[in-house]
Each structure stands twice: as C-alpha cells, then as structure tokens.
C-alpha cells in the first residue's frame, strides 16, 4: 500500500534570491570579474549582503507582503511521489478525528490510531444477515476508509499545490518538514547598492 506524510505549515518566509554580476574593463573589453547569488528573508525586515571579496560592495533589500502566499494549515504527499497535495481535510498532529484523513498513523513499523479501540468500536455498525447461518455485515462510518486497493479511486484526495496559477514550482526539502513554493508571480522589491570602491 501505499504511505503519506503529512506537513504542517506554518507562517511562511518570503525569500528573495538575487542573482549579480560585476563586469570590468580591461584592455578595451568589458569581462564578467565576479558572479554571485544571495537568498535573502525579506519578511523579517531588510535584509543586508555584503560581498567579501576586494569590491567591499552591500546590498540592501526590503520588500512588501506578497499578494499570493500558502495558506497555514495541514498538507500532504505520497511517499513514492512526492507531491504536495491540498484541498482535503487533514488531522492536524494532536488530532485523530476518523472523518478527517490522517487518522491512522504509522509509528516506528506499528499502525496505531489515537484511542483506536474507542473510535472504531464507535464507528462500527453490524448489521446480522443471517443468524443461523452467522453472516453480518459490518460498515464503519469512518472516511478514507477502504478495505481493498480496488476503491482507492473512489476517494477525494484533493489536488496537487503547484496546479494553483501563481505557484511555478513545489520542492518538498529532505527533512520533510519545509515546502520551498517558487512564485510564478513577482513582487515589489527594493534593492539599495553601495560599494566602498
């Protein structure tokens, strides 16, 4: 079968990423002297970089709030794929709510649900068919509840972050607790440059 694993997020960081490069001229032509990339926070305030090479050169950067940001809440993705996924209602980590996905947790190689003996037995409903026969049926009135992979299709499982217009590019980092969201939209950013040279 398959696993998920949910994320939480939280305030995110707007981080800007400033690419430049210093020509000079030497011998009647212009040649590139120096290329950098910075990131910087912006949300936090200004953000200030200053190259450590000869040029003694800073840059100053401050921005407003984009106009386009994730939501706080809960998100998730399959293991296999590594999608972000939105657009379902997930248990939040101190929840266990069974008609929210996320309610069976693998902990170390056990599946445990959060007093499970209570909420299953609460959500099971035998129905006898036959008494003499000893047939029953029994439903739960659970949701993202199925018993075979043939049903899998037949669950709402949302949809895929990055198909939302302003979002470019979704990477879920290797510690599976930060989303990087790459905008496809730009935002008003002001940029001070001074150099001691």
Known sequence: ???YTAVKLTQPDTII???HRIYERLASRWTEAA???FEAV???GSAKMETIDKRQMEIRTTTGRVIREMLNGMYYFSNDNRQLMMGV???EPTESDIHKLGWLRKN???WLIRNGIIKITDSQHVTIENCKGQRYLTRYN???FITSDDRVTDLDLGYPVNEQNWIEQVEILNDNRAVRIVHAEGTVIH???SSDT
Do not use: H, P, Q
Request: hydrophobic share 35%; proline share 0%; glycine share 4%.
């Open 89 to 91: 209602r997930l248990n």
């Open 35 to 37: 290329s950098e990339e």
């Open 108 to 110: 170390a190689n056990s």
């Open 191 to 193: 940029i001070s440059v």
């Open 42 to 44: 912006v949300n936090k």
């Open 1 to 3: 079968g398959k696993t």
């Open 142 to 144: 659970a949701e993202y």
């Open 17 to 19: 990423i400033l690419r």
